[in-house]
């Protein structure tokens, strides 16, 4: 069983900018596919980025241009910097991981834009 723990959300104003951050139990060298999703009242959840172990990222057409999502190897985490935020990103946002055929997800952390 892989954890994954969350943190870094919280209010911001439109134009304003939140980095995520997502810290694995299981070293992100085993981890074949890191991302995030997010879910946002009364909508299914739906993919923000991915980033493989080997390959390229991918990202959400809106999110394209303004999200960018990293592993850091040193410090085994994950992040999703979010930039020039929208009222529409607003959302509960999860990190998910695949080892394997198993896929896991965080408990979620809330990102709200508004002013």
């Known amino acids: 069983q892989v954890q994954l723990v969350e943190s870094g959300g919280g209010l911001v104003q439109p134009g304003g900018s939140l980095r995520l951050s997502c810290s694995p139990s299981?070293?992100?060298?085993?981890?074949?596919?890191m991302g995030w999703f997010r879910q946002a009242p009364g909508k299914q959840r739906e993919l923000v980025a991915t980033?493989?172990?080997?390959?390229?990222?991918n990202y959400a057409d809106a999110v394209k241009g303004r999200f960018t999502i990293s592993r850091d190897f040193v410090k085994n985490m994950v992040y999703l910097q979010m930039n020039s935020l929208k009222p529409e990103d607003t959302a509960v946002y999860y990190c998910?991981?695949?080892?394997?055929?198993?896929?896991?997800w965080g408990q979620g952390t809330q990102v709200t834009v508004s002013s």
């Open positions: 998910y991981g695949k080892h394997i055929l198993d896929d896991y």
């Open positions: 299981l070293s992100i060298f085993n981890m074949d596919t």
């Open positions: 980033s493989r172990r080997v390959g390229n990222s």
